[in-house]
Nanobody, 124 residues
């Protein structure tokens, strides 16, 4: 059974950084496309970034380009999201998701497996 466990969330001041981790168990990460999504209270889940296992392609939401970096370590079966210059409005629960496809996707309903989420709170 595939399981995803996020970690690394917390309280951070605006302008500072956090690195989120997503540990995948049950399947080899190299067979998955993995994405990160955020969800603030009362709002829909939003795409943040994704990485494919074919060619290492990475895609980002326009709002995070140049500040966030997604990376993966297939040996550790872990995907990371480095978030720099965090903004107040990026306070949300962050979820990693995976799907058995070599291609990246920014659509939440195309992902088959989800973690429980990790909370990121950005303060002023």
């Amino acid at each position: 059974q595939v399981q995803l466990v996020e970690s690394g969330g917390g309280l951070v001041q605006a302008g500072n950084s956090l690195r989120l981790s997503c540990q995948v168990t049950g399947r080899t990460l190299s067979s998955f496309d993995v994405g990160w999504f955020s969800q603030a209270p009362g709002r829909e889940r939003q795409f943040v970034a994704a990485t494919s296992w074919v060619g290492g392609k990475k895609i980002y939401a326009d709002s995070v380009k140049g500040r966030f970096t997604i990376s993966r370590d297939n040996l550790k079966n872990t995907v990371y999201l480095q978030m720099n210059s965090l903004k107040l409005e990026e306070t949300a629960a962050y979820y990693c998701a995976a799907r058995s496809s070599p291609y990246t996707s920014r659509w939440a309903d195309e992902y088959d497996y989800w973690g429980q989420g990790t909370q990121v709170t950005v303060s002023s």
